[in-house]
């Protein structure tokens, strides 16, 4: 499989046509931005992190969780061939413990526990610097159907459950994530994007310490050690 044309670049991604008008080849780069694009810099070693992080992740989500994904094929240490999909314009954020926005937006101190997993939309769209929705108002934007928009609550609390187990047996604590769904040709929903540490918020299990972009977000340093040892917890 080799890339044809390139059809889009992304903040961390560059996407390539193929010979087969149902597979794209992602190239993962080193790139890395915040904050909608208002902070530029390149985290050494990332792409091939995140290509590979996301595959292994995405094979054991198909296989262990009975999540479809995009994943079909790792080519090389950044390069990966996917199933074409339409993506959903939504981002779709699962949290586990305070963090971030939420904590930001809610005044609660990041590391308080939830009962419960939360789930939260956010409309992908940049000139709108991505602005958090409800299911009713993805409904009233035609982002997604109503049996769509109950799949991919299925399938993003079926992800959390595998994945906070997965990383739990790693010494990590998985705080929150953000994925991505498309639809392929025949309107199957499936996982797209990738699951990283730039799309997870990862905690040592005994120092809390940030394995994930918030050191980049936050200019913590030591952002590509981190990178490095989130990776050596993979297996
Ligand atoms: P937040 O607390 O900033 O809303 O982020 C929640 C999770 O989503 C966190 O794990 C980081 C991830 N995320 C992305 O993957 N892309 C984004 O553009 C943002 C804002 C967050
Ligand atoms: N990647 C996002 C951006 O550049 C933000 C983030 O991950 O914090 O806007």
Known sequence: MEKREQLYEGKAKKVFLTDDPELLIVSYKDDATAFNGLKKGTITGKGVINNKMSNLLMQKLD????VPTHF????????????????????VIIRNIAAG????????????VFDQPTIEFSYKNDDLGDPLINDYHALALK??????????????FAVNDYLKAYWKARGVILVDFKLEFGRLSDGTIVLADEISPDTCRFWDAETKEKLD????R????????????????LS
């Open 218 to 233: 936050r200019d913590l340093g030591g952002v590509e050690d981190a990178y490095a040892e989130i990776m050596g917890r």
């Open 63 to 66: 296989k262990e969780a009975g």
């Open 101 to 112: 926005s939420f904590s930001k937006n809610y005044g609660v101190e990041e590391g308080v």
């Open 72 to 91: 079909v094929e790792e080519l090389s240490d950044r390069d990966t061939v996917v199933k074409k999909v339409s993506i959903v314009p939504l981002e």
């Open 143 to 156: 982002l997604a159907t109503p049996e769509e928009i109950e799949t991919i609550k299925k399938y993003a």
């Open 213 to 216: 972009k918030d050191r980049f």
